[in-house]
């Protein structure tokens, strides 16, 4: 990958780090970004939602393809799909190189179907009425297609420009980038022509084969803004030429298409090359890469080319980008303003044609749409004692006593390195911790007795877990005067809360230490407030993972946690009990 990433598995993406994709959103209606990209709230899925990642993997294995220059190919012999239909094809050229790759088409579209139905079968929140079988084979062959057709244009404009500048880079000594791009094999071969002699058509094509996202690395492969505020995941860079060109690539049809948004994330990805280049963590180059002069997205259902404005100061968008990400960090619940019954005014948290409940629907089908509720606009009956309100969640404390035992940076339960110290007072001692990265960085700058102001109260596997933001303090004790404190042995950790299930959502996968995680999400809402649940790992009990949206839960003893400045509740295997009222049954489950 272009930057090696921060140390962290897929989960681990900070709900206030600046991406493409939030950047994309918080221009459009920041009311949206604020519940689908800070609270995470979904939409039920569709299965075109699932088509994007498994239509990109499959288009990046064939072009991983090393056709030996010599050797004849087995027809539909394809890596990442193997099959056969028998025979083989001698490749001397360009022409023959794209018949080889569109044999593999068959075997490559039967694994995209099953690949589709997996995902699909374990969807946790399906569109009603939706299935799988919908997306139709010919629709995937057509993307496969395309994306042969789109890759062997680079190929052979590569062998028109007899190699390009890296010619002789690449056979002296492979690959010259510092991060080569994905093949199969170990991107050697044995195809190279001696010096002088004119670029073959296999040495065009693997000369031009991008950088991509690599298929067989779990973990996610972004760009890391070195100060750590902004990243993103590219899709591909063409590094050939001696410049870049870089290219999202889009599973849709782009004729007629508005594409504002994807030319917003694009000038991103363009930005944040630019800002990465210097990252420590950057394999140095044989070669010069070259800046950024193209940024397209290849919008595979039809093979049209949308090619985006660059930016042209990127100094002034650096300051631009960072007004905005200080402006998220910002952000907080009640800026949501629930209650509210006109379009959001300048500075509210919305744009101008949602407010309340409503948002607007303009990422499923353009702004004439008719507004639509992420949180439903039902009324609860609020549950009995020993149940509390959502809104009466335990909010902030001021503690003081002895900080001590600083370590870190370290990975907390979302795989985000945090700094943390512990803090005794009484007798009793509690964890103090940053809330994400550089939350609060100045925690280890402080030692000895403190009053600790603003904290957020939690709990993590038993232990009290103080959380620090951009809106806590730590005093000095000659500082801090008459503030009043809490005491640390009576801080509120656990929560017993009903709601209804209104965002279903689950992860898992491989962290950067080759540990397997996973987790699982239920965001409920209980007219007053809403907030988000989190299972992990043994905590995922078969009753939580078949919720339904429109279920309503009743959780006992629920850990009080925090993320990203919002309250959050975890379930603990060994104490938390949870009572299912589902939506198609009077029946109730319980879960302990």
Excluded at 427 to 442: D, Y
Aim: glycine residues 10%; negative net charge.
């Amino acid at each position: 990958m272009p930057v090696i990433p921060q140390s962290t598995g897929v989960h681990a993406r900070s709900r206030r780090r600046l991406s493409a994709s939030s950047l994309v959103t918080w221009e459009r209606c920041k009311r949206d970004w604020f519940l689908t990209r800070r609270l995470g709230i979904r939409v039920a899925t569709h299965p075109e939602m699932l088509l994007g990642h498994i239509v990109e993997e499959a288009v990046t294995t064939i072009w991983m393809e090393r056709p030996h220059p010599t050797d004849g190919m087995a027809k539909g012999a394809s890596t990442w799909a193997p099959g056969h239909e028998g025979g083989t094809m001698e490749i001397d050229s360009m022409d023959a190189l794209n018949e080889w790759l569109r044999s593999l088409m068959r075997p490559i579209v039967d694994r995209m179907i099953e690949e589709l139905n997996a995902a699909w079968s374990t969807c946790l929140w399906k569109a009603d009425g939706r299935s799988a079988s919908e997306i139709k084979r010919e629709k995937l062959n057509s993307m496969i297609k395309n994306a042969i057709k789109l890759q062997m244009g680079e190929a052979t404009a590569c062998l028109e420009a007899n190699g390009g500048p890296h010619l002789e880079a690449f056979r002296s000594g492979g690959d010259p980038f510092g991060t080569p791009a994905p093949c199969w094999g170990d991107g050697k071969g044995d195809g190279w022509q001696t010096a002088k002699e004119a670029c073959t058509w296999w040495e065009a094509w693997e000369i031009s084969r991008p950088w991509f996202k690599d298929p067989r690395i779990l973990v996610a492969q972004r760009l890391f803004h070195e100060d750590g505020w902004a990243a993103g995941e590219l899709d591909v860079a063409h590094r050939w030429r001696g410049n870049i060109h870089i290219i999202d690539i889009k599973a849709n049809r782009g004729t007629g298409r508005d594409h504002s948004g994807v030319a917003h994330q694009l000038r991103f990805y363009q930005w944040l090359w630019h800002e990465t280049r210097g990252h420590p963590n950057k394999p140095s180059n044989r070669v010069e890469e070259g800046k950024v002069v193209e940024a397209n997205s290849w919008h595979l259902a039809d093979g049209f080319i949308h090619k985006a404005d660059l930016i042209e100061d990127l100094e002034l968008e650096t300051d631009r980008l960072r007004t905005i990400q200080n402006e998220m960090a910002k952000t907080a619940l009640g800026d949501l303003k629930l209650s509210g019954t006109k379009p959001s005014t300048e500075g509210d948290l919305g744009c101008e044609i949602c407010h309340g409940l409503q948002t607007c629907d303009y990422p499923r089908g353009g702004r004439e749409q008719p507004l639509h509720s992420l949180i439903p606009d039902i009324e609860i009956k609020p549950a009995d004692s020993p149940y509390t309100a959502i809104s009466d969640l335990p909010s902030r404390v001021t503690v003081k006593g002895t900080l001590h035992g600083h370590w870190g940076p370290m990975a907390n339960h979302y795989g985000d390195h945090v700094i943390g110290a512990a803090i005794t007072a009484g007798g009793k001692t509690a964890v103090i911790e940053e809330m994400g990265v550089n939350q609060f960085p100045q925690l280890h700058d402080f030692n000895g007795e403190v009053v600790v102001v603003n904290a957020a109260p939690g709990q993590w596997r038993g232990m009290i877990r103080l959380y620090l933001d951009a809106d806590s303090q730590i005093l000095l004790m000659h500082e801090s005067g008459d503030v009043e404190v809490d005491r640390i042995g009576l801080i509120p950790t656990r929560a017993n809360i009903s709601g209804v299930v209104i965002s279903r959502g689950s992860n898992s996968g491989t962290n950067a230490k080759g540990k397997d995680w996973s987790m699982a999400t239920a965001h409920i809402w209980d007219g007053t407030a809403l907030t988000e649940v989190v299972a992990f790992g043994r905590g995922r009990s078969d009753s939580f993972d078949k919720l339904r949206v429109g279920d309503r839960i009743l959780l006992m003893a629920a850990e009080i946690g925090w993320r990203e400045g919002t309250p959050q509740l975890r379930i603990d295997p060994r104490n938390t009990r949870m009572t299912v009222e589902t939506t198609s049954s009077d029946n109730s489950t319980d879960s302990d």
